[in-house]
């Protein structure tokens, strides 16, 4: 996709997106995500399971709550509601059977940013009907993990050298503060410790980047690059984080403390095989 100029995008979450698809049997990679803003739906006719995971939200089945995460079987006119928990920033919605949309440049995905997939390539509104077609397989619980905490880990990035071993030193020393300045294209960080403040700028011909980067820009700001990403950037990156982490870090909510632990490749890929599904 990215040789399109378009990013893959997908969940930000993808291990809660995989296990609300188990939860409600689903058979292929449709469903869909929501923020703390939630959501509201009501299922017009048929039956069908729907399941939700990711952060923590609450959800209620015509004003009754229900288990988060979990699923049920919706009838004609039951009314899903799900709003936002204590923790976390994006949460999943899957059914058994299949979101009925078109696919673009070989996928379901909605990108925002490039107007692509889904419904016009925006983001869902009041009044939208979507439809869902199949039965899908039997709902299963999938195997649910430990919550995570401590550091980011990450590897070390291409222009980490381009960085003085003090300030690499001060990285992976240092607390740094998830801002507001937060979508689905990047995580601006505060540097409360001053740690990229003398970081002299560098401007370096555009490149290939990955979600997970931890790019420095102009200004001293370090931003992670997440699922929806640009193509290509012009900043240094010091460092990018793991695959086995990156879902993690995307449910940080605004102004949480976080810090960096670098990691070797091989140990990156040993936590990324233990991790379920």
């Known amino acids: 996709m990215l040789s399109h100029g378009v990013s893959a995008s997908g969940p930000m979450d993808r291990r809660s997106f995989a296990r609300a698809g188990q939860w409600a049997g689903a058979t292929d990679g449709t469903g869909i995500e929501f923020t703390m803003a939630g959501l509201a739906l009501t299922l017009v006719e048929g039956e069908v399971f729907a399941a939700w995971d990711g952060g923590e939200f609450s959800v209620n089945l015509n ?10 079987r919706l009838a004609p006119g039951d009314r899903l509601e799900i709003s936002a928990g204590p923790g976390g920033n994006y949460g999943y919605l899957r059914f058994g059977g299949k979101l009925n949309l078109v696919p673009v440049l070989g996928s379901v995905a909605t990108s925002t940013r490039a107007r692509l997939g889904g419904l016009s390539g925006r983001t869902l509104a009041a009044g939208d009907v ?23 880990r990450f590897l070390w990035g291409l222009h980490a050298e381009l960085f003085s071993a003090e300030v690499r030193q001060a990285f992976v020393a240092a607390k740094f503060r998830t801002s507001t300045a937060m979508d689905r294209m990047g995580v601006r960080l505060g540097d409360e410790s001053g740690v990229f ?9 555009s490149d290939p980047v990955v979600a997970g980067d931890i790019q420095i820009l102009g200004d001293g700001t370090p931003i992670v690059l997440m699922r929806d990403h640009q193509p290509t950037g012009g900043y240094p990156r010091i460092g990018t ?24 490749l091989d140990h990156a890929h040993r936590i990324l095989r233990s991790q379920t599904p």
């Open 130 to 152: 979507l439809e869902i077609v199949g039965v899908g397989a039997a709902p299963r619980s999938p195997q649910m993990e430990t919550r995570e905490e401590g550091p980011i």
């Open 63 to 72: 004003a009754g709550r229900l288990d988060w995460p979990g699923y049920t």
């Open 241 to 264: 984080v793991i695959t086995a982490d990156l879902d993690r870090f995307a449910q940080i909510r605004p102004n949480r403390e976080i810090s960096f632990a670098p990691v070797s």
């Open 197 to 205: 403040s003398a970081a002299r700028v560098l401007s370096l011909v």
